[in-house]
């Protein structure tokens, strides 16, 4: 990676990766994944959900972008998933084991069905 | 059939919702939807507390996103003729017509915590596509020094490690001391017992923390930064580590950053996880290589602080505001909270609670918010005792300071402190004196041993503390430890010595009868203390099985077979297996 040299840089690069992403989620891979894997998330279990989900959803032929985040917050219903489909706000569920991950790649991802576990999102964000 | 609209039906399960309700919702609302027949488009998902336990029970008409609260068995024909069948709100259950003194549904507002969960923490685009380093070039290419300084200054932001000192104020001092070599450290040792928040940014958000660092550096005139953490934090320091090594080879920390001219540089040190240098002075010997042990102030680090330089040093989560108070103006910051206390704050909710978690309020937001609405209420439908906030140096707050507005100085008036945020939340079964035993064994380990009222005073605080807990305090000895409380308090060197009795006097203050409770009537009203109980075995009960008197570890049962059986309060040792084994119910504590 060449060394920002300007504020210009900083902003032509930001926008760049902002149409890339923008780009990539209309084209390349539609569904974004979040696992959080701050410590506490991972003690939990969320390694192994990772894991499962970037092994199996290419084997069903689903284009995702799954990545790790940091802590969300939802401590007592660890692990969490948070899940961006196109046209839909994104979701979060809770105590998501692989029996559960097997299940929102079937009927959430596949067929846009609710799965028991939702997490309603009790925060405003200042962006 | 006629197709309807698709729709999801939300249910809360929150264990507060649960106990509300009278009825299994989820069955009622099934076979509700089967009898009008729409069970083929409209499905009954479970879903995760809504922290809303204040108007529970709670649904949410999914995709319409319409919220209902205070929900029985009786609304759901109206709901179901009403808003699946002709798209027509309930307005009468609407969650803001139920619950009037609210503003917004949401009383989460993050900023500290804004790319926590929602960005890859080892991957630096993802910070730089949300706004990252735009306030680090701002200040560098719009803002002189002075102008950095006044912008923290008008935004009102106080220092989240504890003290609540103006963050504005800290780095002018440093800024205005001269020479040739100034330090930026960022204490990342979060040693409160219960309070993890430090931890998730650097997890969650790293580089929020680098770029508000380089700021500091800039507004104060300092080229080097510190980051102090401690060593028991692997993926924080770990993720630091990605990040700073990213952050250089983008050139967004090195010399002549943006191509302004500006260099900044950032390192780690490791604590070894001591609670008290999480104090400056402490902080700053650990990390010269002498032990961890405060001096008195002044000098002040701003003045004279590591290597004898002036010194910054601000915590994670105050740093982690920087970015956004940059980018956003101070007048924004400045509107949220309190009149003294602006912004938000994030508490770590532990103990007793529904929603163990991180939580990010804006201050003034009330106890009775954090813990009944965001916290979904207290375990198993038991009573709220108090909230212990501050961890080991603050207090206990009870029911009376529920609808207190938190911020630095409501708390500080009511015999507590913010501390760090930690808010450890006890029940009807916890007991007080035992609490207050615990910090104080806490702080007893940590005390750093150099002056006499905090290495000698918490250690006699603490033997008295036992005594009253193993039934063999008087009532004089509760004067003793007020007395003695309050010397500490006076005397001590450091903040460690200085808090370290407020468990004690808060404690002391809200529930002197359960003190009183321990000498005078001897018993532990909450039932904790172990010294206190008392086994008995019920004559009614009891069919002399023998099974307690062959389980118990040291004899202290004795009986014939088939006749009831005696425990010798002598020889018992109060471990319960007795009572666990007992298939009848016979074994009952007083």
């Given at each position: 990676m060449p060394i920002i040299k300007s504020i210009q840089e900083l902003k032509s690069l930001r926008e760049e990766i902002q149409n890339k992403r923008k780009k990539d989620f209309s084209e390349r891979h539609p569904i974004e994944i979040k696992v959080a894997m701050a410590t506490c998330g991972i003690a939990s279990g969320a390694k192994p959900i990772f894991d499962f989900l970037i092994e199996e959803l290419p084997k069903r032929n689903i284009a995702a972008n799954v990545k790790q985040t940091g802590c969300m917050g939802y401590c007592y219903a660890e692990p969490t998933l948070e899940i961006r489909i196109p046209n839909q706000d994104p979701v979060v569920f809770g105590y998501v084991d692989l029996k559960k991950a097997d299940e929102i790649i079937e009927k959430f991802i596949k067929k846009g069905e609710l799965v028991d576990g939702i997490i309603p999102i009790n925060y405003i964000v200042a962006n | 059939m006629n197709t309807h609209k698709k729709r999801n039906i939300l249910i809360c399960q929150g264990s507060t919702c649960h106990q509300v309700a009278k009825e299994n919702l989820i069955d009622a609302f099934k076979s509700k939807l089967k009898e009008y027949q729409l069970d083929e488009d409209v499905k009954v998902v479970q879903s995760v507390c809504f922290n809303k336990c204040t108007v529970g029970p709670n649904i949410i008409i999914h995709p319409d996103n319409v919220e209902y609260s205070t929900v029985t068995s009786d609304d759901i024909d109206e709901i179901i003729m009403l808003h699946l069948l002709n798209d027509k709100i309930v307005e009468r259950l609407v969650y803001n017509q139920v619950y009037e003194n609210s503003g917004s549904d949401k009383k989460q507002y993050r900023i500290a915590l804004r790319n926590c969960g929602f960005i890859d923490p080892e991957v630096i685009v993802d910070y730089i596509e949300k706004n990252g380093y735009a306030a680090l070039g701002k200040c560098l290419t719009e803002y002189t020094p002075q102008q950095v300084i006044d912008e923290i200054k008008a935004s009102g932001l106080r220092g989240r490690?504890?003290?609540?000192?103006?963050t504005g104020l800290k780095w002018e001092i440093t800024s205005k001391s001269e020479a040739d070599q100034k330090y930026v450290v960022c204490n990342a040792d979060e040693g409160d017992p219960g309070a993890f928040m430090d931890r998730s940014v650097l997890e969650g958000d790293p580089h929020s923390v680098i770029e508000a660092m380089a700021i500091c550096g800039y507004a104060i005139g300092a080229t080097k930064g510190i980051v102090y953490i401690r060593a028991e934090y692997p993926l924080a320091i770990k993720r630091l580590q990605i990040a700073l090594k990213q952050a250089k080879e983008y050139g967004l920390l090195g010399r002549d950053i943006l191509g302004t001219g500006f260099e900044f540089d950032i390192s780690i040190k490791y604590g070894a996880?001591?609670?008290?240098?999480?104090?400056e002075t402490a902080l700053i010997h650990s990390m010269e290589g002498l032990r961890g042990e405060p001096t008195l102030k002044p000098p002040f680090p701003s003045v004279s602080g590591y290597l004898g330089k002036p010194t910054n040093v601000n915590n994670v989560e105050t740093f982690a505001n920087i970015p956004a108070i940059i980018n956003r103006g101070s007048k924004w910051f400045a509107s949220i909270g309190t009149e003294k206390s602006k912004g938000t704050k994030v508490f770590a909710l532990a103990g007793k609670v529904n929603n163990v978690g991180l939580v990010e309020v804006p201050m003034g937001t009330t106890l009775r918010e954090v813990i009944y609405d965001i916290g979904g209420g207290i375990k198993d439908g038991k009573k709220f005792k108090a909230v212990q906030t501050g961890g080991p140096s603050g207090g206990c707050l009870t029911e009376k300071h529920l609808d207190l507005p938190i911020d630095f100085d409501t708390l500080m008036a009511a015999g507590s402190m913010m501390g760090s945020g930690g808010m450890i939340i006890m029940d009807e079964d916890d007991c007080m004196v035992s609490m207050a035993r615990f910090y104080l064994e806490f702080t007893v380990e940590e005390s750093c041993g150099k002056c006499a009222p905090c290495r000698i005073g918490n250690k006699r605080l603490h033997e008295m503390l036992i005594k009253i807990c193993d039934d063999k305090g008087s009532e004089e000895d509760l004067m003793l430890l007020k007395n003695l409380s309050t010397v500490v308090k006076d005397t001590s060197l450091c903040g460690l010595g200085q808090t370290s009795p407020n468990p004690i006097l808060s404690t002391m203050e809200n529930f002197y009868d359960e003190y009183l409770a321990h000498v005078k009537?001897?018993?532990c009203p909450a039932g904790q203390c172990k010294s206190f109980q008392r086994y008995y075995i019920s004559e009614q009960n009891c069919i002399g099985c023998m099974v307690c008197a062959r389980n118990c570890p040291v004899n202290a049962i004795s009986g014939e077979k088939k006749e009831v059986h005696i425990i010798n309060q002598e020889t018992c040792i109060k471990c319960g297996v007795c009572m666990e084994k007992c298939k009848f119910d016979a074994i009952y504590l007083n």
């Open positions: - | 490690g504890g003290g609540g000192f103006s996880g001591a609670f008290v240098c999480g104090e009537d001897h018993k």
